[in-house]
């Protein structure tokens, strides 16, 4: 192996551990943006989040792609929305898993 081919094998390997690391930071970023949309009560921004395909699961239900995660938010939570008090959520423990272009995650959510 020549010195330019080892270069070029190292480049590419580089490039692609940032990669990963720039897809996680993308995510965990996304886990916040879930956040603030949930607190800010914006249910329709929260569930843009969403892909067709996405689901949400949890104590309040189940509900597949964007229509039906904002319905369910409405539904479950809207009548909590005059409160005076902040509404915070935290998210904890991130599993991420990365597959090509695919990830699947899990986390912790608590609510104050």
């Known amino acids: ?11 590419t390997a580089l490039d692609a551990r940032v ?9 965990w970023r ?3 943006e879930y956040r603030r949309c ?6 329709a921004a929260y569930s843009q989040l969403f892909t067709d395909e996405g689901e949400w699961l949890g104590n309040l239900g ?4 964007p229509a ?3 319905q369910l938010l409405i539904r479950t939570m ?12 935290l998210v904890d423990n991130p599993v991420i898993d990365l597959d090509g272009d695919r990830a699947t995650s899990e986390s912790t959510w608590v609510f104050v």
């Not at 192996?1 to 480049?11: F, K, L, R, S």
């Not at 189940?62 to 792609?65: D, E, H, M, Y």
């Open 62 to 65: 189940r509900a597949s792609g």
């Open 38 to 43: 949930l607190d800010r009560r914006d249910f």
């Open 78 to 89: 809207e009548g909590w929305s005059g409160e005076q008090t902040a509404h915070l959520h």
């Open 30 to 32: 996304l886990f916040m």
């Open 1 to 11: 192996m020549t010195a330019e081919t080892q270069v070029a094998n190292d480049t």
């Open 19 to 27: 990669r990963r690391l720039e897809d996680l930071e993308a995510i």
């Open 68 to 70: 039906e995660i904002e």
